[in-house]
């Protein structure tokens, strides 16, 4: 990352203090936390849009300019943009909230907005005695609350709660979408297990139903919803605007990794991986293994990557087209330009500014979007600037 100037450092320093003085002022959508940050290719800034959030994990922007907020603990918060007013809204299941568990992602139909479909699907941590799975839900908007909920799939098996639901949502350009769910930690062979979800990516009709072209579908050995195997936990995941779909995954310990999703393939969590063992820092199976495909890229250190975005807009100059990939425990977010699948060029444009980054999004309004990930989380906004 290049060195900050001392005009910068000084900008920072100043915004840090007028902060302190407003002191318990109410946040709005435009309250200014960095005038400016220089990034190699891009200065810009960040806005905090709102406050008080308990650890959030997914935005979603509606047509009318306001946005969703799904919280950990089951909430779904309807935000407005002026003057970051947030209002809890009724009606959705409840959730296992132990762990890693609780109101994951959240995801508008490609087609909301036209009264036909205008749903909105989430993923969450259903109990089921004393376990818990991964499920997928939708929810009908109705103007300004939430209509009926519909549960659309479940995986196969519940597990002990707590960790590694995966549970990123992304739409193909077909309307099919894909949904990611971890190998729910405690029996990482169940990511090479052909009837069995955890560990995988799943792809899914509107409806929860199992696409014709699915690419296990004729295989009767494995389920049917299988569209990739050997995941170990991925929480980023982006369908760029060419239609090929990108995750980001946690390796144990270091080995998080930026991988292109193909129909059938195996990325081979854990008889592949980068990472090594928690307790003993041995390595863990191989680096790489006929079969299996090796990752894109393989952040460094311990990145616990969450949140992907691909940048849309051109009022981003140099940035349009590339990735945004934010961080958990290393607080980065970091910028990866690709050229034919790989990865040509990396940036750690944030590095401690925001805290735990749970999401990224590229918003409707020449803005990118940052989720960040503690009990009294908060929405950013990045914006260019000249």
Not at 91 to 100: A, E, N, T
Not at 346 to 362: C, K, N, T
Request: proline fraction near 6%; glycine fraction near 12%; hydrophobic fraction near 35%.
């Amino acid at each position: 990352m290049r060195p900050l100037s001392t005009q910068v450092l000084r900008q920072r320093w100043l915004t840090a203090a007028l902060a302190g003085l407003l002191g318990s002022a109410s946040a709005s959508a435009a309250d200014m936390v960095e005038e400016r940050i220089e990034s190699d290719q891009l200065a810009f800034s960040i806005e905090k849009v709102a406050e008080d959030l308990e650890n959030p994990w997914a935005v979603a922007f509606l047509p009318d300019g306001r946005y969703l907020v799904s919280e950990r603990p089951g909430r779904l918060n309807l935000i407005d943009d002026e003057g970051g007013e947030r209002r809890t809204l009724e009606g959705l299941p409840d959730v296992s909230q132990r762990g890693q568990g609780g109101l994951l992602d959240i995801a508008l139909h490609p087609q909301f907005g036209d009264g036909d479909h205008d749903w909105i699907y989430f993923t969450w941590s259903k109990p089921d005695g004393s376990n818990s799975r991964a499920a997928l839900s939708r929810v009908e908007w109705q103007g300004d609350g939430l209509g009926d909920v519909e549960h659309l799939f479940e995986q196969d098996r519940a597990s002990s709660p707590g960790r590694h639901y995966g549970s990123r949502i992304a739409w193909l350009p077909d309307d099919t979408l894909l949904m990611s769910i971890g190998d729910r930690g405690s029996e990482p062979p169940r990511a090479q297990a052909d009837d069995d979800h955890a560990g995988s990516t799943l792809r899914l009709t509107a409806t929860g139903g199992v696409p014709d072209d699915n690419p296990f579908v004729d295989d009767t050995a494995t389920l049917d919803e299988i569209y990739t195997q050997g995941n170990r936990n991925i929480q980023g995941m982006v369908v760029r605007q060419d239609g090929e779909p990108w995750a980001t995954e946690h390796g144990p310990r270091t080995g998080d990794e930026l991988n292109r999703l193909t129909a059938g393939d195996n990325y081979g969590w854990p008889e592949v991986s980068r990472g090594n063992d928690y307790a003993t820092n041995e390595p863990i199976g191989e680096t790489s293994k006929p079969g299996m495909v090796d990752p894109v890229h393989v952040f460094e250190g311990r990145f616990a990557p969450s949140g992907l975005a691909e940048v849309t807009s051109d009022a981003f100059g140099e940035w349009q087209g590339q990735l945004l990939a934010g961080g958990l425990g290393s607080q980065q977010l970091i910028r990866l330009q690709l050229e034919d699948n790989e990865v040509t060029q990396r940036e750690v444009v944030l590095d401690g500014e925001l805290g735990r980054i749970r999401d990224v999004r590229q918003g409707p309004n020449d803005a990118i979007y940052v989720l960040t990930d503690a009990a009294d989380g908060a929405l950013y906004r990045l914006r260019p600037v000249e």
